[in-house]
Protein backbone atom coordinates (compact mmCIF):
# COMPACT_ATOMS: atom_id res chain seq x y z
CA UNK A 1 0.00 0.00 0.00
CA UNK A 2 1.58 3.50 -0.87
CA UNK A 3 1.56 6.31 1.73
CA UNK A 4 -0.56 9.22 0.50
CA UNK A 5 -1.28 12.41 2.50
CA UNK A 6 -4.74 11.25 3.28
CA UNK A 7 -3.67 8.09 4.48
CA UNK A 8 -1.45 9.39 6.85
CA UNK A 9 -4.13 12.04 7.54
CA UNK A 10 -6.70 9.67 8.43
CA UNK A 11 -4.19 7.27 11.12
CA UNK A 12 -3.44 10.99 12.30
CA UNK A 13 -6.78 11.18 13.47
CA UNK A 14 -8.01 7.89 14.62
CA UNK A 15 -4.32 7.18 16.75
CA UNK A 16 -5.23 11.01 18.01
CA UNK A 17 -1.61 12.27 16.90
CA UNK A 18 -1.09 15.39 17.73
CA UNK A 19 2.61 17.86 17.24
CA UNK A 20 5.20 17.63 17.99
CA UNK A 21 4.51 14.10 16.78
CA UNK A 22 3.38 12.86 13.40
CA UNK A 23 2.41 10.48 11.05
CA UNK A 24 5.20 10.09 8.48
CA UNK A 25 4.65 6.51 6.87
CA UNK A 26 1.89 3.83 6.49
CA UNK A 27 2.31 0.80 4.71
CA UNK A 28 0.38 -2.54 4.24
CA UNK A 29 1.56 -5.96 4.05
CA UNK A 30 -0.83 -8.06 2.33
CA UNK A 31 0.71 -11.25 2.91
CA UNK A 32 0.63 -11.30 6.68
CA UNK A 33 -2.31 -8.38 7.10
CA UNK A 34 -0.76 -6.34 8.63
CA UNK A 35 -0.24 -2.59 8.72
CA UNK A 36 2.13 -0.43 10.12
CA UNK A 37 2.24 3.16 11.38
CA UNK A 38 5.25 5.12 11.52
CA UNK A 39 5.22 8.11 13.73
CA UNK A 40 7.95 10.69 14.69
CA UNK A 41 8.98 13.49 16.53
CA UNK A 42 8.77 16.81 14.64
CA UNK A 43 12.47 17.67 14.44
CA UNK A 44 12.44 21.43 14.51
CA UNK A 45 10.46 20.99 18.38
CA UNK A 46 13.11 21.76 21.14
CA UNK A 47 13.27 18.31 23.01
CA UNK A 48 13.49 19.10 27.08
CA UNK A 49 15.18 16.07 29.32
CA UNK A 50 12.16 14.18 30.70
CA UNK A 51 13.88 14.28 34.36
CA UNK A 52 15.06 17.68 35.28
CA UNK A 53 12.86 19.38 32.47
CA UNK A 54 15.40 21.11 30.83
CA UNK A 55 15.94 22.12 27.07
CA UNK A 56 19.10 19.53 25.39
CA UNK A 57 20.26 18.27 22.34
CA UNK A 58 18.99 15.07 20.44
CA UNK A 59 21.31 12.27 21.07
CA UNK A 60 19.83 9.40 18.59
CA UNK A 61 16.19 7.67 18.22
CA UNK A 62 15.32 4.50 19.25
CA UNK A 63 12.40 2.66 17.72
CA UNK A 64 8.99 1.58 19.98
CA UNK A 65 6.66 -0.90 18.21
CA UNK A 66 3.63 -1.08 19.49
CA UNK A 67 0.15 -3.35 19.00
CA UNK A 68 -2.78 -1.23 18.07
CA UNK A 69 -5.98 -2.16 17.67
CA UNK A 70 -6.90 -4.01 14.99
CA UNK A 71 -7.87 -1.76 11.50
CA UNK A 72 -10.58 -3.76 9.64
CA UNK A 73 -8.96 -7.50 10.76
CA UNK A 74 -5.69 -6.32 10.07
CA UNK A 75 -3.42 -6.40 12.47
CA UNK A 76 -1.89 -2.79 13.38
CA UNK A 77 1.27 -1.98 15.21
CA UNK A 78 2.92 1.74 15.70
CA UNK A 79 6.26 2.10 14.74
CA UNK A 80 7.34 5.13 17.14
CA UNK A 81 10.63 6.61 16.25
CA UNK A 82 11.25 7.92 20.23
CA UNK A 83 14.23 10.34 20.22
CA UNK A 84 17.10 10.51 22.98
CA UNK A 85 18.30 13.06 24.33
CA UNK A 86 21.47 13.51 25.88
CA UNK A 87 21.62 15.93 29.12
CA UNK A 88 24.56 17.42 31.49
CA UNK A 89 22.70 16.72 34.59
CA UNK A 90 21.32 13.09 33.65
CA UNK A 91 23.09 11.61 30.77
CA UNK A 92 20.88 10.22 28.32
CA UNK A 93 17.62 9.93 28.43
CA UNK A 94 14.17 8.47 26.33
CA UNK A 95 11.59 11.17 25.99
CA UNK A 96 8.06 9.59 26.89
CA UNK A 97 5.71 9.07 24.45
CA UNK A 98 1.68 9.94 24.37
CA UNK A 99 0.47 6.44 22.93
CA UNK A 100 2.03 3.75 25.43
CA UNK A 101 2.77 3.51 28.82
CA UNK A 102 7.14 3.07 29.93
CA UNK A 103 8.07 -0.71 28.65
CA UNK A 104 5.02 -1.96 27.37
CA UNK A 105 4.64 -3.22 24.09
CA UNK A 106 1.44 -2.46 23.51
CA UNK A 107 -0.73 0.49 23.06
CA UNK A 108 -2.68 2.30 25.73
CA UNK A 109 -5.93 1.85 23.59
CA UNK A 110 -5.11 -1.62 23.03
CA UNK A 111 -4.32 -2.04 26.55
CA UNK A 112 -7.77 -0.79 27.47
CA UNK A 113 -9.53 -2.95 24.79
CA UNK A 114 -8.06 -6.44 26.64
CA UNK A 115 -8.80 -4.75 30.28
CA UNK A 116 -12.36 -4.32 29.04
CA UNK A 117 -12.60 -8.04 27.46
CA UNK A 118 -11.25 -9.38 30.60
CA UNK A 119 -14.14 -8.37 32.53
CA UNK A 120 -16.14 -10.99 31.46
CA UNK A 121 -14.40 -13.57 29.48
CA UNK A 122 -11.20 -15.43 30.85
CA UNK A 123 -7.40 -14.85 30.38
CA UNK A 124 -7.80 -18.12 27.32
CA UNK A 125 -10.29 -16.93 25.76
CA UNK A 126 -8.98 -13.02 25.38
CA UNK A 127 -5.91 -14.40 24.50
CA UNK A 128 -7.24 -16.05 21.44
CA UNK A 129 -9.43 -13.21 20.34
CA UNK A 130 -6.72 -10.88 20.05
CA UNK A 131 -3.88 -13.27 18.67
CA UNK A 132 -1.99 -13.23 22.25
CA UNK A 133 -0.16 -14.93 24.18
CA UNK A 134 -1.80 -16.32 27.90
CA UNK A 135 1.12 -14.55 29.36
CA UNK A 136 0.97 -11.43 27.79
CA UNK A 137 -2.63 -11.10 28.48
CA UNK A 138 -1.70 -12.23 32.16
CA UNK A 139 0.99 -9.54 31.93
CA UNK A 140 -1.77 -6.44 31.10
CA UNK A 141 -3.93 -7.78 33.92
CA UNK A 142 -1.20 -7.31 36.71
CA UNK A 143 -0.02 -4.11 35.30
CA UNK A 144 -3.70 -2.92 35.21
CA UNK A 145 -4.00 -4.05 39.14
CA UNK A 146 -0.29 -2.68 39.74
CA UNK A 147 -1.44 0.59 37.99
CA UNK A 148 -4.91 0.64 40.27
CA UNK A 149 -3.97 -0.08 43.35
CA UNK A 150 -1.07 3.14 43.14
CA UNK A 151 -3.61 5.03 42.23
CA UNK A 152 -6.09 4.08 44.88
CA UNK A 153 -6.35 7.05 47.52
CA UNK A 154 -6.37 6.66 51.54
CA UNK A 155 -9.47 6.57 52.88
CA UNK A 156 -11.54 5.74 55.89
CA UNK A 157 -13.04 2.43 56.24
CA UNK A 158 -16.30 2.33 58.88
CA UNK A 159 -17.46 -1.49 58.30
CA UNK A 160 -14.99 -3.92 57.40
CA UNK A 161 -15.54 -7.31 56.50
CA UNK A 162 -12.48 -10.45 56.73
CA UNK A 163 -13.49 -13.28 54.92
CA UNK A 164 -11.90 -16.47 53.49
CA UNK A 165 -11.48 -18.17 50.36
CA UNK A 166 -10.18 -21.63 48.94
CA UNK A 167 -8.01 -20.92 45.97
CA UNK A 168 -7.04 -24.90 45.26
CA UNK A 169 -8.04 -28.11 46.97
CA UNK A 170 -6.35 -29.20 49.84
CA UNK A 171 -7.52 -26.49 52.15
CA UNK A 172 -5.34 -23.93 50.34
CA UNK A 173 -6.92 -20.62 51.93
CA UNK A 174 -6.47 -16.91 51.26
CA UNK A 175 -7.66 -14.22 53.18
CA UNK A 176 -9.72 -11.19 51.58
CA UNK A 177 -10.29 -7.73 53.31
CA UNK A 178 -13.57 -6.16 52.09
CA UNK A 179 -14.67 -2.16 52.47
CA UNK A 180 -18.57 -3.20 53.18
CA UNK A 181 -19.47 0.25 52.47
CA UNK A 182 -17.17 0.83 49.09
CA UNK A 183 -18.72 -2.44 48.65
CA UNK A 184 -15.11 -3.19 47.25
CA UNK A 185 -12.21 -5.65 48.10
CA UNK A 186 -9.34 -3.46 50.32
CA UNK A 187 -6.73 -6.68 50.07
CA UNK A 188 -6.46 -10.02 49.45
CA UNK A 189 -3.65 -12.08 51.73
CA UNK A 190 -1.29 -15.34 51.31
CA UNK A 191 -2.75 -17.22 53.92
CA UNK A 192 -5.62 -17.69 57.18
CA UNK A 193 -3.09 -17.18 60.10
CA UNK A 194 -3.06 -14.98 62.57
CA UNK A 195 0.37 -13.69 61.82
CA UNK A 196 -1.00 -12.42 58.12
CA UNK A 197 -3.62 -10.92 59.06
CA UNK A 198 -1.67 -8.86 61.99
CA UNK A 199 1.30 -7.87 59.89
CA UNK A 200 -1.29 -6.55 57.50
CA UNK A 201 -3.00 -4.47 59.75
CA UNK A 202 0.14 -3.04 61.81
CA UNK A 203 1.66 -2.14 57.88
CA UNK A 204 -1.11 -1.17 55.74
CA UNK A 205 -1.58 2.24 53.71
CA UNK A 206 -3.80 1.58 51.32
CA UNK A 207 -6.80 2.78 54.48
CA UNK A 208 -7.56 4.10 57.78
CA UNK A 209 -8.79 2.50 60.09
CA UNK A 210 -9.00 4.46 63.06
CA UNK A 211 -12.64 5.31 62.69
CA UNK A 212 -13.90 1.29 62.35
CA UNK A 213 -17.31 0.85 63.51
CA UNK A 214 -17.77 -3.10 63.15
CA UNK A 215 -15.88 -5.59 61.85
CA UNK A 216 -17.49 -8.75 60.19
CA UNK A 217 -15.87 -12.00 59.90
CA UNK A 218 -16.22 -15.88 60.53
CA UNK A 219 -15.54 -17.37 63.78
CA UNK A 220 -11.84 -18.18 63.60
CA UNK A 221 -9.63 -17.85 66.37
CA UNK A 222 -6.90 -16.39 64.46
CA UNK A 223 -8.44 -13.38 62.84
CA UNK A 224 -10.04 -12.69 66.73
CA UNK A 225 -6.85 -13.03 67.61
CA UNK A 226 -5.21 -10.02 65.52
CA UNK A 227 -7.94 -8.16 65.01
CA UNK A 228 -8.28 -7.82 69.31
CA UNK A 229 -4.42 -7.29 69.65
CA UNK A 230 -4.25 -4.41 67.19
CA UNK A 231 -7.86 -2.49 66.59
CA UNK A 232 -9.19 -0.57 70.02
CA UNK A 233 -12.09 -1.86 71.87
CA UNK A 234 -12.35 -4.90 69.22
CA UNK A 235 -14.31 -7.03 71.57
CA UNK A 236 -17.35 -3.95 70.75
CA UNK A 237 -16.55 -4.01 67.03
CA UNK A 238 -16.25 -7.90 66.34
CA UNK A 239 -19.09 -9.23 64.82
CA UNK A 240 -20.34 -12.70 63.70
CA UNK A 241 -23.14 -11.86 61.10
CA UNK A 242 -25.87 -13.99 59.99
CA UNK A 243 -23.67 -15.11 56.66
CA UNK A 244 -21.27 -16.78 59.16
CA UNK A 245 -23.32 -18.19 61.59
CA UNK A 246 -25.41 -19.65 59.14
CA UNK A 247 -22.82 -21.43 57.70
CA UNK A 248 -21.94 -23.49 61.08
CA UNK A 249 -25.77 -23.85 61.27
CA UNK A 250 -26.14 -25.43 58.05
CA UNK A 251 -23.08 -27.39 57.74
CA UNK A 252 -24.62 -29.53 61.04
CA UNK A 253 -27.87 -30.10 59.60
CA UNK A 254 -25.81 -31.54 56.25
CA UNK A 255 -24.02 -34.10 58.67
CA UNK A 256 -27.71 -34.55 60.30
CA UNK A 257 -29.11 -35.18 57.00
CA UNK A 258 -25.90 -37.36 55.60
CA UNK A 259 -26.11 -39.29 59.26
CA UNK A 260 -29.39 -40.39 58.73
CA UNK A 261 -30.24 -41.25 55.04
CA UNK A 262 -27.29 -43.59 55.57
CA UNK A 263 -29.16 -45.10 58.24
CA UNK A 264 -31.97 -45.16 56.57
CA UNK A 265 -30.40 -46.73 53.69
CA UNK A 266 -28.26 -49.27 55.59
CA UNK A 267 -31.81 -50.71 57.28
CA UNK A 268 -34.45 -50.07 54.41
CA UNK A 269 -32.63 -49.84 51.17
CA UNK A 270 -34.00 -46.38 50.77
CA UNK A 271 -34.48 -43.18 52.13
CA UNK A 272 -37.12 -40.43 52.25
CA UNK A 273 -33.94 -37.56 52.59
CA UNK A 274 -32.50 -39.01 49.01
CA UNK A 275 -32.07 -35.94 46.96
CA UNK A 276 -33.38 -33.47 48.86
CA UNK A 277 -30.18 -32.05 50.57
CA UNK A 278 -30.63 -28.46 48.66
CA UNK A 279 -34.34 -27.87 49.94
CA UNK A 280 -33.00 -28.03 53.53
CA UNK A 281 -29.90 -25.72 52.76
CA UNK A 282 -31.83 -23.02 51.36
CA UNK A 283 -33.06 -19.89 53.04
CA UNK A 284 -36.49 -19.82 53.44
CA UNK A 285 -37.26 -16.41 53.29
CA UNK A 286 -36.29 -16.99 49.82
CA UNK A 287 -37.97 -19.70 48.54
CA UNK A 288 -41.59 -19.53 46.96
CA UNK A 289 -43.49 -22.75 49.04
CA UNK A 290 -45.97 -22.64 46.73
CA UNK A 291 -44.42 -25.02 43.95
CA UNK A 292 -44.82 -29.00 43.87
CA UNK A 293 -41.26 -29.80 45.01
CA UNK A 294 -41.83 -27.33 47.90
CA UNK A 295 -44.79 -29.00 49.06
CA UNK A 296 -43.62 -31.74 49.27
CA UNK A 297 -40.50 -30.61 51.45
CA UNK A 298 -42.81 -29.16 53.76
CA UNK A 299 -44.42 -32.50 53.93
CA UNK A 300 -41.74 -34.16 54.74
CA UNK A 301 -40.15 -31.49 56.78
CA UNK A 302 -43.16 -32.53 59.54
CA UNK A 303 -42.20 -35.87 59.79
CA UNK A 304 -40.77 -37.19 63.01
CA UNK A 305 -36.52 -37.04 61.56
CA UNK A 306 -33.52 -35.62 63.20
CA UNK A 307 -32.70 -33.90 60.32
CA UNK A 308 -36.62 -32.06 59.93
CA UNK A 309 -36.03 -31.03 63.59
CA UNK A 310 -32.49 -29.59 63.38
CA UNK A 311 -33.77 -27.98 60.24
CA UNK A 312 -36.33 -26.39 62.63
CA UNK A 313 -33.53 -24.98 64.91
CA UNK A 314 -31.92 -23.67 61.69
CA UNK A 315 -34.68 -21.72 60.39
CA UNK A 316 -35.54 -20.78 63.90
CA UNK A 317 -32.15 -19.34 64.52
CA UNK A 318 -32.39 -17.26 61.00
CA UNK A 319 -35.13 -15.26 62.32
CA UNK A 320 -33.23 -13.68 65.45
CA UNK A 321 -31.28 -11.47 63.32
CA UNK A 322 -33.93 -8.38 63.15
CA UNK A 323 -34.75 -7.47 66.77
CA UNK A 324 -34.72 -4.05 67.56
CA UNK A 325 -33.97 -4.22 71.25
CA UNK A 326 -30.61 -6.02 72.64
CA UNK A 327 -32.60 -7.85 76.11
CA UNK A 328 -35.34 -8.99 73.60
CA UNK A 329 -32.59 -10.24 71.09
CA UNK A 330 -30.50 -11.93 74.01
CA UNK A 331 -33.18 -13.72 75.72
CA UNK A 332 -34.09 -15.17 72.73
CA UNK A 333 -30.97 -16.23 71.32
CA UNK A 334 -30.45 -17.73 75.03
CA UNK A 335 -33.75 -19.68 74.59
CA UNK A 336 -32.43 -21.32 71.15
CA UNK A 337 -29.07 -22.05 72.96
CA UNK A 338 -31.69 -23.88 75.76
CA UNK A 339 -33.23 -26.02 72.87
CA UNK A 340 -30.26 -26.78 71.52
CA UNK A 341 -28.51 -27.84 74.26
CA UNK A 342 -31.19 -30.73 74.74
CA UNK A 343 -32.62 -31.41 71.25
CA UNK A 344 -30.44 -34.78 71.66
CA UNK A 345 -28.29 -34.08 68.12
CA UNK A 346 -25.00 -34.49 68.28
CA UNK A 347 -24.45 -32.49 65.29
CA UNK A 348 -26.29 -29.44 66.35
CA UNK A 349 -25.04 -29.74 69.85
CA UNK A 350 -21.69 -28.83 68.83
CA UNK A 351 -22.58 -26.20 66.69
CA UNK A 352 -24.62 -24.73 69.09
CA UNK A 353 -21.46 -25.22 71.78
CA UNK A 354 -19.44 -22.70 69.17
CA UNK A 355 -22.14 -20.55 69.05
CA UNK A 356 -22.31 -20.28 72.49
CA UNK A 357 -18.56 -19.72 72.94
CA UNK A 358 -18.99 -16.91 70.32
CA UNK A 359 -22.33 -15.09 71.57
CA UNK A 360 -20.74 -11.90 72.01
CA UNK A 361 -20.07 -12.03 68.60
CA UNK A 362 -23.79 -12.51 67.45
CA UNK A 363 -24.98 -9.57 70.16
CA UNK A 364 -22.35 -7.08 68.21
CA UNK A 365 -23.68 -8.37 64.91
CA UNK A 366 -27.46 -7.77 65.91
CA UNK A 367 -26.67 -4.37 67.60
CA UNK A 368 -24.29 -2.90 64.76
CA UNK A 369 -27.06 -4.12 62.22
CA UNK A 370 -23.86 -5.90 60.47
CA UNK A 371 -25.69 -7.66 57.73
CA UNK A 372 -23.87 -10.33 55.68
CA UNK A 373 -25.22 -9.56 52.01
CA UNK A 374 -22.30 -7.72 50.75
CA UNK A 375 -20.06 -10.87 51.96
CA UNK A 376 -22.31 -13.75 50.44
CA UNK A 377 -22.32 -11.22 47.16
CA UNK A 378 -18.27 -11.21 47.01
CA UNK A 379 -17.79 -14.69 47.85
CA UNK A 380 -20.56 -15.70 44.73
CA UNK A 381 -18.27 -13.64 42.71
CA UNK A 382 -15.00 -15.10 44.09
CA UNK A 383 -16.36 -18.54 42.90
CA UNK A 384 -17.64 -17.18 39.71
CA UNK A 385 -13.97 -16.12 39.06
CA UNK A 386 -12.61 -19.58 39.68
CA UNK A 387 -14.78 -20.83 37.00
CA UNK A 388 -14.15 -18.43 35.24
CA UNK A 389 -10.32 -19.18 35.17
CA UNK A 390 -10.24 -22.86 35.76
CA UNK A 391 -8.67 -22.15 39.32
CA UNK A 392 -5.42 -20.76 39.79
CA UNK A 393 -1.71 -22.52 40.29
CA UNK A 394 -0.63 -19.74 42.88
CA UNK A 395 -1.82 -17.29 45.15
CA UNK A 396 -0.34 -14.18 43.48
CA UNK A 397 -2.60 -14.69 40.70
CA UNK A 398 -5.60 -15.33 42.34
CA UNK A 399 -4.91 -12.35 44.41
CA UNK A 400 -4.64 -10.18 41.07
CA UNK A 401 -7.43 -11.64 39.60
CA UNK A 402 -9.50 -10.66 42.77
CA UNK A 403 -8.37 -7.19 43.12
CA UNK A 404 -9.06 -6.77 39.16
CA UNK A 405 -12.80 -7.61 39.11
CA UNK A 406 -13.62 -6.43 42.86
CA UNK A 407 -11.37 -4.12 44.14
CA UNK A 408 -12.82 -1.02 41.81
CA UNK A 409 -9.55 -0.25 41.29
CA UNK A 410 -8.60 2.76 38.31
CA UNK A 411 -7.36 0.29 35.75
CA UNK A 412 -7.09 2.06 32.71
CA UNK A 413 -3.32 3.72 31.70
CA UNK A 414 -3.29 7.32 32.27
CA UNK A 415 -2.42 7.96 28.40
CA UNK A 416 -5.44 6.51 26.94
Known amino acids: METTDSTCLLYKDIIGVQAPWEVTEVTKDEKIRKITVRIEHDSETAIKCPVCEQETKLYDHRIRTLRYLDTCQYE ?3 EVHVPRVSCKEDGVQQI ?10 FSSRFEKAIIVWLQD ?32 KKHKVKNMGIDETSYQKHHEYVTVILDKDRDSVIDVLDDRTAETLE ?9 NLSGLESISMDMWDPYIKAVKDNIPEAEQKIAFDRFHVSKHFNGALDKVRRREHKAFMKQAGESPLSKSRFQWLINSNRTDNRNTRRKDFLNLSRMNLETAKAWRIKETASSLWDYV ?27 GKTIKNYFWGILNAIRLKATNGMLEAKNNCIQRIKRMACGFRNRNRFRNAILFHL ?8 TV
Open 96 to 105: PIPYAEKHSR
Open 325 to 351: YMNVAEAAWKKLLWWISHCRIPEIIKA
Open 407 to 414: GKLDLFPS
Open 76 to 78: TFL
Open 121 to 152: SPISAVAENFKLSWDEVDGIMQRAVKRGLSRR
Open 199 to 207: TWLKTQKSC
